[in-house]
């Protein structure tokens, strides 16, 4: 099958424009006539956005303190600008490139090396295309967010293409974690390993491993991954929620300090390695996380409010320290300003600035402070619907406890109670509580999960999941599903959202779940 380049669109990512125009010249010679140029992560991204792009070709390295190449992969794909149909050709020196490919989702098609050979180029190039020309209908199906019909694909292919079983294979053990079907993830990535040294595989099994409850077994297959060097952000990722999920705290801080030191740039990790000290209270090691996370977050899918939360609560524990006090405190409300600038557009984030300005003021002894934003907090709250209002009525009941407001938030909390049993999450929330206090914990389980299952950004009710969850287990050491999904759900709450008494809550049932963790059977 001849390959025909006329038509395709390519994009350029290298900051060395002499390298960059001759890779570009070498294209004009295949026939390629539209070729864009990116000389970072962040102008690429901006590219991406706009238009499709047929061949990506993208240089590891573009700079000291910059986002790598392999980081345009993972930020694109996390913001779906990216089609699997595409092509995605690293730039990368040969004896490094095996270090690269341990990702399942976000790994290069294939890699070149400079300088670049037309000869060389043209024959990995054809080759590549060629596989992605046969598995286009399940690469068109993972665009179309069909998962169940790309899995059926995947394996019609295997049976038409037994040669393209590894590569196919692999498509189809990305579809069933999509799907949550743990188990047939991990026999087929098992099966896989058997066979040969894949590392992609490897971190695959130990993702699926770790959903499955079989934290040990996840700890030394991502051990694994990690020791042999492959500079895998999930690898990093599972295998710190592991350690976390089995109590091993101070582990899984030491492993992501190790992970930022080879990945600086990957807001990703700075913001788990940040979470997990401020979990901890290593705040010094939380501080310098997560202004990483802010820096490197900037302008991308990974941009979170909570990462600035979680400075400013970090920052709070300086003031108390005579020498830094100040200049803390300056900080903290310059970075209570950024979070609303860089989320423009969301009035609730507004709130939350002020709620968490009062907190912190609050607990740093500075009360005229702590009214100040109280009072501004409460103003903006009743500028919003009333079913928002429902969704941030136990942080601002919580926040003005003690305060001259408590009686006026108290009235508004029974005017909003009649709002609250017209939504099915304030419903269940509600029917979960009084379950909850009557010991009926198996009912008020059930009742929270609908709730959050509603409206999974609620921290309160996530939190309260999890309490009841943990009753349930509790008393019948045989149902690893809820002590699982107590896990799932802790690991999705950020915890620089939240406020002082919520991460203290936090560390606590963090910290249960952790222990009954330990308890599970080494087989599920």
Same mark, same amino acid.
């Given at each position: 099958?001849?390959?025909n380049?006329?038509?395709?669109?390519?994009?350029?990512?290298?900051?060395?424009?002499?390298?960059?125009?001759a890779?570009?010249?070498?294209?004009?010679?295949?026939?390629?006539?539209?070729?864009?140029?990116?000389?970072?992560?962040?102008?690429?991204?901006?590219?991406?956005?706009?238009?499709?792009?047929?061949?990506?070709?993208?240089?590891?390295?573009?700079?000291?303190?910059?986002?790598?190449?392999l980081?345009?992969?993972?930020?694109a794909?996390?913001?779906?600008?990216?089609?699997?149909?595409?092509?995605?050709?690293?730039?990368?020196?040969?004896?490094?490139?095996?270090?690269?490919?341990g990702?399942?989702?976000?790994?290069?098609?294939?890699?070149?090396?400079?300088?670049?050979?037309?000869?060389?180029?043209?024959?990995?190039?054809?080759?590549?295309?060629?596989?992605?020309?046969?598995?286009?209908?399940?690469?068109?199906?993972?665009?179309?967010?069909?998962?169940?019909?790309?899995?059926?694909?995947?394996?019609?292919?295997?049976?038409?293409?037994?040669?393209l079983?590894?590569?196919?294979?692999?498509?189809?053990?990305?579809?069933?974690?999509?799907?949550?079907?743990?188990?047939?993830?991990?026999?087929?990535?098992?099966?896989?390993?058997?066979?040969?040294?894949l590392?992609?595989?490897?971190?695959?099994?130990?993702?699926?491993?770790?959903?499955?409850?079989?934290?040990d077994?996840a700890?030394?297959?991502?051990?694994?991954?990690?020791?042999?060097?492959?500079?895998?952000?999930?690898?990093?990722?599972?295998?710190?929620?592991?350690?976390w999920?089995?109590?091993?705290?101070?582990?899984a801080?030491s492993?992501?300090?190790?992970?930022?030191?080879?990945?600086?740039?990957?807001p990703?990790?700075?913001?788990?390695l940040?979470?997990?000290?401020?979990?901890a209270?290593?705040?010094?090691?939380?501080?310098?996380?997560?202004?990483?996370?802010?820096?490197?977050?900037?302008?991308?899918?990974?941009?979170?409010?909570?990462?600035?939360?979680?400075?400013?609560?970090?920052?709070?524990?300086?003031m108390?320290?005579?020498?830094?006090?100040?200049?803390?405190e300056?900080?903290?409300?310059?970075?209570?300003?950024?979070?609303?600038?860089?989320?423009?557009?969301?009035?609730?984030?507004?709130?939350?600035?002020?709620?968490?300005?009062?907190?912190?003021?609050?607990? @740093? =002894?500075v009360?005229? *402070?702590?009214?100040?934003?109280?009072?501004? &907090?409460?103003?903006? $709250?009743?500028? %919003?619907?009333?079913?928002?209002?429902?969704?941030?009525?136990?942080?601002i009941?919580?926040?003005?406890?003690?305060?001259?407001?408590?009686?006026?938030?108290?009235?508004?909390?029974?005017?909003?109670?009649?709002?609250?049993?017209?939504?099915?999450?304030?419903?269940?929330?509600?029917?979960?509580?009084?379950?909850?206090?009557?010991?009926?914990?198996?009912?008020?389980?059930?009742?929270?999960?609908?709730?959050?299952?509603?409206?999974?950004?609620?921290?309160?009710?996530?939190?309260?999941?999890?309490?009841?969850?943990?009753?349930?287990?509790?008393?019948?050491? @045989? =149902?690893?599903?809820? *002590?699982?999904?107590?896990?799932?759900?802790? &690991?999705?709450?950020? $915890?620089?959202? %939240?406020?002082?008494?919520?991460?203290?809550?936090?560390?606590?049932?963090?910290?249960?779940?952790?222990?009954?963790?330990?308890?599970?059977?080494e087989?599920?």
């Amino acid at each position: 099958m001849e390959i025909n380049y006329s038509g395709k669109s390519v994009l350029i990512v290298d900051n060395k424009l002499s390298e960059l125009g001759a890779l570009r010249q070498i294209l004009g010679q295949l026939g390629v006539q539209r070729i864009q140029v990116a000389s970072s992560v962040n102008m690429a991204l901006s590219l991406m956005r706009v238009e499709q792009y047929d061949l990506c070709f993208v240089d590891y390295d573009l700079g000291r303190d910059e986002k790598n190449g392999l980081q345009l992969l993972h930020e694109a794909n996390a913001e779906q600008s990216f089609s699997h149909r595409n092509l995605f050709v690293l730039v990368v020196d040969s004896e490094r490139s095996h270090l690269l490919f341990g990702s399942l989702e976000n790994s290069p098609d294939t890699y070149i090396s400079k300088p670049y050979d037309l000869t060389s180029l043209r024959s990995r190039l054809d080759k590549v295309m060629r596989v992605k020309h046969v598995t286009e209908p399940v690469d068109r199906l993972l665009d179309e967010h069909e998962p169940d019909k790309a899995l059926k694909a995947c394996d019609q292919l295997t049976d038409m293409f037994p040669g393209l079983h590894l590569y196919l294979s692999r498509l189809k053990g990305i579809v069933l974690l999509q799907l949550e079907r743990h188990a047939e993830a991990a026999e087929l990535f098992e099966g896989l390993i058997e066979r040969r040294d894949l590392p992609w595989a490897e971190v695959g099994l130990g993702s699926a491993f770790f959903h499955l409850g079989r934290y040990d077994d996840a700890l030394r297959m991502l051990n694994r991954v990690v020791d042999n060097e492959h500079l895998c952000v999930e690898a990093f990722s599972w295998l710190g929620r592991a350690y976390w999920a089995t109590g091993a705290l101070q582990q899984a801080i030491s492993l992501m300090r190790k992970a930022v030191m080879l990945q600086p740039t990957s807001p990703q990790l700075q913001r788990e390695l940040a979470d997990l000290a401020a979990q901890a209270e290593d705040w010094n090691i939380a501080i310098d996380a997560y202004r990483s996370a802010i820096r490197y977050a900037r302008n991308s899918v990974y941009q979170e409010p909570s990462a600035y939360f979680g400075l400013a609560r970090a920052l709070a524990h300086q003031m108390s320290k005579v020498d830094q006090a100040k200049e803390a405190e300056e900080e903290i409300i310059r970075l209570l300003e950024d979070v609303v600038l860089d989320h423009q557009g969301y009035d609730e984030i507004g709130l939350h600035a002020k709620l968490c300005a009062s907190d912190i003021f609050k607990l @740093g =002894n500075v009360p005229d *402070l702590s009214e100040q934003r109280l009072r501004d &907090a409460w103003a903006m $709250f009743q500028q %919003l619907e009333k079913e928002v209002q429902c969704i941030w009525l136990d942080s601002i009941v919580d926040a003005s406890n003690g305060s001259s407001l408590s009686a006026e938030v108290a009235a508004h909390k029974k005017v909003l109670a009649t709002v609250m049993v017209t939504l099915r999450w304030g419903k269940a929330n509600l029917r979960a509580m009084l379950s909850f206090r009557k010991t009926e914990f198996e009912q008020a389980f059930k009742l929270f999960a609908q709730a959050h299952d509603c409206l999974p950004q609620h921290v309160g009710i996530a939190l309260n999941m999890v309490q009841a969850g943990i009753e349930v287990a509790r008393r019948s050491p @045989g =149902n690893i599903e809820t *002590l699982l999904r107590c896990d799932a759900v802790l &690991a999705k709450v950020r $915890f620089g959202e %939240l406020s002082a008494r919520q991460q203290a809550r936090y560390r606590t049932l963090a910290q249960r779940c952790a222990k009954l963790d330990r308890q599970l059977p080494e087989t599920l």
